[in-house]
């Protein structure tokens, strides 16, 4: 049923194929970026009630939902690697976790600061902000465990099972805020069919939330080519490779 | 455009500081992610190189010390 | 598949399962506690589900619309108080609503004004005039998730104002020790 998906289980195939689609990517992410961030920052309208500090809005929800995203996303390759034993899943598992960390990181910091003058606190322990800081915490500790064994299957598969359990925290974000009383609000965009918010406001959102995926996409391929590089040091193709590097 | 002057655009309604927070520390960690993922491409090669480099030594050194060893039998024998 | 990967698979999915169980049953046990806040009918009545209510003297949050018409704010300091209706959707407010009153002095949040959404930390004690009353140290405001440019939600009769405060007010706060 997988025979199909051979050819890409190449890792120098892999290679070359993530190469070609780096350039395509970079471009489309700076497009789609400096469109949507120019778009939210200088011709959005601001809010009734929140005035101009709604334009946090435009990185906090992005970097949010793909910080979750980017989780599951880490959580379907562990699951791959462990279960039909793929390489290249491990590879593209340990490739995403720091862009995954990061995005959380900007989550909570741009949550923070529009939380302040909003709600009137940096932070408050309920239970949508601590589900996401748990998120952080399990970013971290799957990139710890992926360099803490100096041999890449048993680091792949300690961190693999860390990453398969921390997958119940992704419906808890998600959905804190129905089950609890919480101070955050409840999502925007992905309300069934209607996004709460008028047009105007939605589409720089869209442009901005296809660029921040673009740029996940970029990030995640350059560190992929590093990762399958690193893992097939010993491999002729890649010592070719260095050999045309280095001259 | 929402803004008529620069120091409007910049003072965001009085919520200047915390819209500039958030894009600035946006901007600074992905620039850092981004720059350190294409700086890795060059330093894995270069890791890379390097250990062959070491290896080759070794392995130079071995067939070398072999070479002595057969020519000194060789003498031995004679 | 051949056996070997069933075997894995199906361990993995149990190791999973068994896991996603004990987290969905420790959650369902702490369900209560990980409530940010009371309403004003849990204050009253006790929560729903436990019938657990928090005593006089207790550190609580409340959290509530503010009523319109119930904001009283003193004009030589930051002392205000207002009363708080349980979030309903839509948003009507009754006579028949049991209400809360909260007591603080401070800044209030610019988001704070009349039907909006309230979380306020505070002790729970029993006010000669207004009964359960909150002695509020913090007061945050809870918005939802609704953004409307300006001009649409004035077509739509809603408009938005910060708090503004006098220089005496402001100075009360500097000399009351905060």
């Not at chain 1, 709600?119 to 990139?143: C, H, K, N, P």
């Not at chain 3, 704010?73 to 209400?99: G, Y």
Request: aromatic residues 10%.
């Amino acid at each position: 049923m997988w025979k199909w998906l051979h050819p890409y289980a190449n890792p120098e195939v892999s290679y070359h194929l993530t190469n070609k689609l780096l350039p395509w990517l970079s471009a489309l992410a700076a497009i789609f970026l400096s469109i949507g961030l120019v778009w939210a920052l200088l011709f959005a309208p601001a809010d009734y009630q929140q005035g101009d500090s709604f334009r946090i809005f435009y990185v906090h929800v992005p970097a949010a939902s793909l910080s979750m995203g980017i989780y599951f996303a880490m959580a379907i390759a562990a699951f791959s690697s462990l279960v039909w034993q793929l390489k290249l899943a491990d590879a593209s598992a340990a490739a995403m976790a720091p862009v995954g960390a990061a995005f959380t990181a900007i989550a909570l910091i741009t949550g923070a600061a529009w939380g302040k003058p909003m709600w009137g606190t940096w932070w408050i322990w309920d239970a949508r902000l601590t589900s996401e800081l748990i998120l952080l915490f399990l970013y971290l500790g799957v990139i710890a465990l992926h360099n803490a064994f100096e041999d890449k299957n048993l680091a792949g598969k300690a961190a693999g099972i860390l990453t398969l359990v921390g997958v119940v925290n992704i419906p808890i974000i998600k959905y804190s805020v129905d089950w609890w009383n919480t101070l955050h609000q409840g999502s925007t965009v992905s309300k069934l069919g209607r996004p709460s918010m008028s047009l105007d406001m939605l589409w720089p959102f869209i442009v901005c939330f296809i660029g921040f995926s673009l740029l996940v996409a970029v990030i995640i391929s350059l560190r992929f080519r590093n990762e399958i590089l690193a893992r097939n040091s010993i491999r002729p193709w890649v010592r070719e490779l260095v050999k045309n590097h280095t001259r | 455009m929402q803004f008529n002057s620069f120091s409007d655009f910049i003072n965001m309604g009085g919520y200047g500081f915390y819209v500039w927070l958030s894009f600035g520390a946006t901007a600074l960690i992905l620039t850092l992610l981004l720059i350190s993922s294409k700086a890795g491409h060059q330093q894995i090669i270069h890791q890379i190189a390097k250990r062959k480099q070491r290896e080759d030594k070794l392995r130079q050194a071995r067939e070398l010390r072999k070479q002595q060893h057969e020519h000194r039998n060789k003498e031995l024998n004679n | 598949m051949n056996p070997r990967r069933k075997k894995r698979l199906a361990m993995v999915a149990s190791i999973l399962i068994g896991i996603s169980a004990v987290f969905g049953l420790v959650l369902y046990a702490l369900s209560q506690n990980i409530d940010l806040f009371f309403t004003p009918s849990e204050i009253s009545q006790g929560k729903k589900e436990t019938g657990l209510k928090a005593s006089l003297g207790q550190r609580i949050r409340i959290g509530g619309l503010v009523v319109p018409g119930s904001v009283k704010r003193d004009p030589e300091s930051l002392k205000v108080s207002f009363k708080l209706s349980d979030m309903t959707m839509p948003i009507v407010f009754k006579d028949s609503d049991i209400t809360v009153t909260v007591y603080f002095e401070g800044m209030l949040p610019d988001l704070f004004r009349e039907g909006q959404g309230i979380v306020a930390n505070g002790t729970l004690a029993e006010h000669p005039l207004t009964g359960l009353s909150i002695e509020a140290s913090e007061v945050l405001a809870k918005h939802d998730e609704n953004y409307m440019p300006a001009e649409l939600a004035e077509a739509a009769g809603q408009k938005h104002e910060k708090s503004t405060y006098t220089d005496k007010q402001l100075q009360s706060k500097n000399t009351s020790g905060y």
